[in-house]
């Protein structure tokens, strides 16, 4: 038996615009995306015979379902290989909370995979598989900072982008992207970014692309959303943002110190996840 004990980090969109519904029903996105060190830690096994089993602690994993799952059927397919397959998944990344846990967690198992095959895939194909399993499995792969256009699998490298804290906060339930999508009223809003113009070192030049079209429909179900950036932003956060289509919101800081007591003053009586996270 080969095990490979790999990490999977969560994801945050520093900005997010919906361009409009394309004809095959999905959103035509822009957004900019960067890895933090929230991992979720994934064992994955490779032994004889056939079949595919995922464990998580505390989830009930259906595995014609999830997508962990689905990228180990599909790289078993794509590499011609009969084995039997087992995924252990140590979950630390909120789930359905705009963070790409899932996502991050398929990407893991298809390039772990291919790792202890003796790498029978090329990155193309890998990434082809990705686009077919969900629109954040491709960034992960991707492993750097993005421009995501598309419905978010076309990529492209983002400059280097500023050195800062986030404190990551995550109210304790789960939000339908599906809903939120349905619910959006397209409206133009916010100035879009681009790529040849998403210049984007500096720490003002950062908190001036924050942005999220989404934002809004979720926070008008959910009043949690504004009143976690209401906390950041009175307890030094220079610039608030909430992530995907929620409910996972951060704070942008400058340095540590700041970042940590913001952490410590969170009262005991609210229910949030905090969580101290870094640029990867």
Known sequence: MKTLII???????????????????????????????????LEISLEGGQGIEVFCDGLDLDDGENIVAGAARAFLVAADID???????????????????????????LSGLNSLCGDPLSGAQLLAIA????????????????WATGTGTSLEALPPLPDVYYLLLNPGFSVSTAWVYQSLQLTKGGKLANLPGFSVTTLPELLGVLHNDLEQVTASRYPEIGEMKDFLLKNGALGTLMSGSGASVFGVFSDLKTTIAAKDALSSILPWKAFVVRPV
């Open 83 to 109: 084995r039997n397959i087992s995924i252990q998944i140590h979950k630390n990344i909120p789930v359905a909370a705009g963070l790409g846990g899932g996502s991050s967690d398929a990407a893991a198992v």
């Open 131 to 146: 686009k077919n399993l969900g629109a954040d499995v491709p960034f992960f792969l991707f492993e750097r900072p993005a």
């Open 7 to 41: 990490n999977a980090p969560a994801k945050i969109n520093l900005c997010l615009h919906v361009l409009g519904r394309r004809p095959d029903g999905y959103h035509e996105l822009a957004m900019a995306m960067q890895r933090i060190d929230l991992f979720d830690r």
